[in-house]
C-alpha cells in the first residue's frame, strides 16, 4: 500500500484574476470546500476583499492579486509539507508554484487546463491575470508577477487545452512546450512517460476545473466542450504523484453557479484531493 502524502490546504478565495462578470461565484466556492477540508491542515490565505487597481499595467485588479500572491507566500514559508491551493482563479497557483520551483530545480509542472494561460499583459485579450498564470510562472510575463524561480518551459506539459489563443500557441511552438490533447487515449501512461523521459524529481500539479468535461463537471464559469472525463483526471493526476513525490498543487477556478451546483460538484474536487495525496507505490 502506498503511503498518503502529508499535504496543507491553502484557502485562498482569490477571485480578482479571473475574467468573468461573475467572478465572485469563486468566494462562493471556496467557502462550500472550505467545510470539506481539515481544519487542522487548512490555512486561510487573506486575501484582499476589494478589487483592487491595475497600477498603470493591462493587468485588471494587479494590486489584489499581488497582495493574495504574497500572503500566500508568507503562509508557505514555514511550511514543510506540500501545499495545496484551492477555492481560487488561476493566479492563485503563483505562490505555490515558485515555493515548489525553489525547493526542487528539478520540478516538472503539470497544467491541466482548457487554455494554457500563456497570455502576456501586452496582448492579453482581457486583463486577466488568470490567463496570464504559466506565463508568469516561466517568469516571461511582467516584474509584478514573475516567479522568483522561473520553471524552464522543457519540464512543462499541457494537458487538455483547447482555447488557445493566437499568441499562446505562438509561445507554445516557440517555447518547444509540449501537449497533450484532451481526447488522447491514457493520458495517465502518457504523464508517468513524460515524467520520467524528463527526469522530474518531483511534480507540481496545476488543475483548472474547466479542463474536465461540461457534461460531467458544470462548477466553472466558462465550459470548454470535450474535456477530460473525471477517472481519466483522477486516473492521470495518481499516475504522476506514483511516478514522483507531489510538490504542490493548486485547483483552481470552482465556480458553481448554484448551492445546487455546488453540492453536485465538491465530491469531485474532494476526489482530484484525494489522487493528489495518493502517494502512489514507490
Ligand atoms: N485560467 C483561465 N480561466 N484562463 C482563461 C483565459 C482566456 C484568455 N486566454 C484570456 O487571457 O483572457
Redesign the pocket.
Known sequence: MAEPTKAIFLLMPEWQG??SSRAMLITDGAAHLREDLPPAARFDVAVPQQAGDALGTPVARLSSVVAARDAARETLRSAEDPAITLGG??ASTLAGLDRAAERDPGVAVLWF?A?P?L?HPST???G?A????LRHALGLGIADLNGAHPIDPSRVLLVGAR?V?AE?AQAIDELGIRSLAATSEGPAEAVRDWLTEIGATSVYVHI?L?VLDPAEFAAVHAPVPFGLAVSDLAGAVRAAVATAPLAGAAI??FAPATAEIASDDSPTVLRLLAALVSGGSR
Do not use: L, T, Y
Not at 130 to 133: C, L, P, V
Open positions: 479571473s475574467a482563479d488561476c487546463d487554455h494561460d497570455q492579453s485579450p482581457s486577466a488568470s490567463g496570464m498564470a482555447e489563443d499562446e483548472d474547466d483552481c477556478e
